[in-house]
């Protein structure tokens, strides 16, 4: 059985930073490409950034490219977002999903909140 | 960027209703369009990718179609289940959402 289990969201002060973590198993992780998806609360999906199954490949939505940095860790099973510079407007639950040209995001975390708030 | 606009933004309907919901982008993305349900408090489940393929398990039910610009999106027997949100979403260009349409008891 396919799971993402997010972790690492929290409370946090504006300017502050955040590493969310996504944590796999039951396929080949190494092999599927990875996205981060935010939605802000009683809002809509938002797409926040992608990375290739081998890392090289790297997008992000305008609205948090230069303050955010995804990678990941195929020996780990491990996707992550490091967060830095928050606003008020980053806050959201962050889900991690899996991608494939195919069958667009299949698997879906159940995210993690992320408030910024003083 | 690749704007979709969904319509409408909210839709009441009642069990065993035929529903329609609309998406349409701003320029062609041939057919790379999906369609997700999603619950209060719970991740988003895809429906349909590539347009019109059925994801495993989703019930019959639902069908899509379009291509292009326009994409529809039909539960042809509105169930107790079915009332969420959905979204479409292009990855033609990157990945875009539609802002969603929630289908809402009568």
């Known amino acids: 059985e396919v799971q993402l289990v997010e972790s690492g969201g929290g409370l946090i002060q504006p300017g502050g930073s955040l590493r969310l973590s996504c944590a796999a198993s039951g396929f080949t992780f190494s092999t599927y490409s990875m996205n981060w998806v935010r939605q802000a609360p009683g809002k809509g999906l938002e797409w926040v950034s992608y990375i290739s199954s081998s890392g090289t490949t790297i997008y992000y939505a305008e609205s948090v490219k230069g303050r955010f940095t995804i990678s990941r860790d195929n020996a780990k099973n491990s996707l992550y977002l490091q967060m830095n510079s928050l606003r008020a407007e980053d806050t959201a639950v962050y889900y991690c999903?899996?991608?494939?040209?195919?069958?667009?995001?299949?698997?879906w975390g159940r995210g993690t909140l992320v408030t910024v708030s003083s | 960027d690749i704007q979709m606009t969904q319509s409408p933004s909210t839709l009441s309907a009642s069990v065993g209703d035929r529903v329609t919901i609309t998406c349409r982008a701003s320029?062609?993305?041939?057919?790379?369009l999906a369609w997700y349900q999603q619950k209060p408090g719970r991740a988003p489940q895809l429906l349909i990718y590539?347009?019109?393929s059925l994801e495993s398990g989703v019930p019959s039910r639902f069908s899509a179609s379009g291509s292009g610009t326009e994409f529809t999106l039909t539960i042809s027997s509105l169930q107790p289940d079915d009332f969420a949100t959905y979204y479409c979403q292009q990855y033609s260009s990157y990945w875009t959402f539609g802002q969603g349409t929630k289908v809402e008891i009568k």
């Open positions: 320029q062609s993305i041939s057919s790379w």
């Open positions: 590539k347009a019109s």
């Open positions: 999903a899996e991608y494939n040209t195919s069958s667009a995001f299949r698997y």
